[in-house]
């Protein structure tokens, strides 16, 4: 395994070389690198410089360009404008970086961390006797991407799927069940996820029948809750029975998006119950919580509400109960004490900002984060109708996540199927490429979209051919594995020596990009950088199909090798970069 320096990266340290030797009285310079329409790259530090030295900047660029290196890397330097830098690379250093790159196995070269912490990223957290929907979408699908990327940077990460699994509803459903113990049972055994999931509906709306309309029944349900908050052995095997049944549920519908969730990454409300009571004495003697009409409080002087008044963060209510701060906060100390996490990531719903900004300011007045330990929010955006309002039903209640799932598979197998006879497809291949393209439309479409932004559900473009979708791009990855299917002896080998066309250096650039950014996508936690990232490779792919011919008979040896590799790299990096996101890639389409 060896990480290979970008382009960019070693262009950037000869230009901040020359800078230093030729205007040693500046400093430490950044050349401010950039890809250019002009060349291949343009550096626009000078004129910064030139400001700060008051001298001349197009004398100072020619004074860099005499400093930099004679060598492999530069073909062309032209000094443009105020004293911009056009920098043109030579063929042999693209080719000869993009063959180390090709050398590294699945890694393509990009690097692991020196010194990789550990994240807790917070994502896929449906709550336990209900049905998941299509607002559980881009918690999951977001969350899954940041932890394929962040661990194929090297960071330790530990995934974390706050259930919703604690609360007074489940006194209700408990007492019912002690009723009716015969409700969660099935014929055969255990239930799929499908039967599962009609046990507790039916549950649920029974118990709440009974809730409503029996006075008696609601006092026994008061009294329940109060037993499971007390732990009382036998009203927590009902609940767990609650849960367990959940969890078949929930394993069937992240199967269909293709997710793998552990049951050790499942870690609800109620596993931080213990630490609740501990949680508010801390926040109390240190005086970072106050007692404010008999409920424990923390008050922010920015957090107001319409009247004027401070809106405080309610961590234990009046009545004793803990608050959701409560469970947040005590999960915040699991994770920094326990886990030793320095970052934790949320994957959250954007109408929660305001609470998670005032549950993270309040560990930081408490000390569990600090400097070295850090939380944020991934905040996301809700999924629209093509009408640009919340995505519902007809009939106007919220859509099921898996009927959605069924619905994208549906519509992605036909798409397939007319494709099928062309390219020789079985009718099992037919079904299977269905489902993959069917998955990673949907969630193509919310990660190519920025998270924090609302994006409008429309399945007949996302299966589409054409445009920013996954099938284009799945579609790029099974011609590339085609072509070199049909390439017979011919083999993909790197051949620096070529002149390159300009189709094949504006793929070669954009492959060697690849682990720069992955690096900002991690940082910044974006995935969306990285779908882009792919979807303009595999439109630089498309542009080289049209201009330059691979296995042309015409073609010297060497250019129908060197554009074979060109072609295998980009199949390998498409293959990589979908798998990060989560989404599969046929390899006949």
């Not at 990531?345 to 330990?373: C, I, P």
């Not at 920013?468 to 799945?474: A, G, K, N, R």
Request: net charge negative; hydrophobic share 40%.
């Amino acid at each position: 395994m060896a990480s290979v320096t970008s382009l960019a990266s070693t262009l950037q340290q000869q230009l901040a070389d020359a800078l230093t030797a030729a205007l040693p009285e500046a400093g430490t310079a950044d050349p401010l690198l950039r890809r250019s329409d002009r060349a291949d790259f343009q550096a626009n530090g000078i004129l910064a410089l030139a400001k700060k030295l008051k001298g001349n900047p197009r004398e100072l660029a020619s004074q860099v360009t005499a400093a930099l290196p004679t060598g492999e890397l530069i073909k062309d330097i032209e000094v443009s404008g105020p004293g911009f830098l056009n920098v043109t690379l030579t063929d042999g250093a693209i080719i000869r970086t993009l063959a180390a790159r090709a050398a590294d196995g699945d890694r393509l070269g990009v690097p692991l961390k020196a010194v990789p912490g550990t994240t807790v990223i917070d994502y896929a957290q449906p709550n336990v006797a209900k049905e998941m929907h299509v607002g559980h979408l881009r918690s999951a699908v977001i969350g899954d991407a940041m932890v394929q990327i962040l661990e194929f940077t090297g960071e330790n990460v530990v995934r974390r799927h706050h259930i919703g699994d604690w609360g007074t509803q489940f006194g209700m459903l408990i007492q019912y069940l002690f009723e009716h113990p015969d409700e969660l049972k099935h014929e055969g055994g255990q239930a799929d996820g499908e039967a599962a999931m009609s046990s507790l509906n039916r549950v649920y709306k029974a118990s709440r029948v009974l809730f409503d309309s029996d006075e008696e029944f609601k006092a026994r349900s008061r009294d329940r809750v109060v037993a499971l908050q007390a732990g009382d052995p036998e009203t927590l095997a009902h609940w767990q029975r609650f849960v367990d049944e959940s969890k078949i549920y929930f394993y069937s519908v992240f199967n269909k998006l293709d997710m793998e969730i552990r049951d050790p990454d499942i870690v609800g409300e109620s596993g931080y119950n213990d630490m609740l009571e501990e949680t508010c004495r801390i926040l109390e003697e240190t005086g970072v919580a106050v007692r404010s009409e008999g409920a424990l409080c923390v008050f922010f002087d920015d957090v107001k509400g319409p009247d004027g008044n401070p809106v405080p963060l309610i961590v234990k209510k009046t009545n004793g109960g803990y608050g959701y701060a409560a469970t947040d906060l005590s999960a915040i100390r699991d994770r920094v004490q326990n886990l030793k996490a320095d970052t934790l990531v949320y994957v959250v719903d954007a109408r929660q900002s305001l609470h998670f900004k005032m549950v993270f300011e309040t560990a930081r007045r408490a000390g569990w984060l600090n400097e070295d330990v850090h939380a944020h929010q991934l905040a996301f955006g809700t999924v629209l109708g093509k009408d640009g309002k919340p995505f519902k039903t007809r009939e106007g209640t919220t859509v099921r996540l898996e009927d959605l799932l069924d619905e994208a598979v549906e519509r992605a197998t036909a798409v397939v199927r007319e494709k099928a006879v062309k390219v020789g497809l079985s009718e099992d291949e037919i079904v299977e490429n269905g489902r993959y393209v069917g998955v990673g439309a949907v969630k193509y479409a919310d990660l190519s979209t920025s998270a924090v932004r609302d994006y409008k559900f429309d399945l007949d473009q996302m299966v589409s051919l054409n445009g920013d979708t996954s099938v284009y791009l799945q579609y790029a990855y099974a011609r590339s594995r085609s072509i070199l299917r049909k390439a017979g002896d011919a083999k993909p080998v790197a051949h620096p020596e070529l002149e390159l066309a300009p189709a094949e250096r504006a793929l070669g650039l954009h492959l060697d990009q690849f682990g720069e950014v992955l690096a900002e996508v991690a940082s910044e936690c974006e995935p969306h950088k990285l779908a882009a990232y792919l979807y303009q490779l595999a439109s630089h792919l498309t542009t080289f199909y049209d201009q330059c011919h691979v296995l042309s008979d015409e073609n010297p040896a060497e250019v129908v090798e060197n554009r074979l590799f060109l072609v295998d790299l980009t199949a390998r990096t498409l293959h990589q970069g979908m798998r990060l996101l989560g989404i599969r890639t046929p390899e006949r389409l």
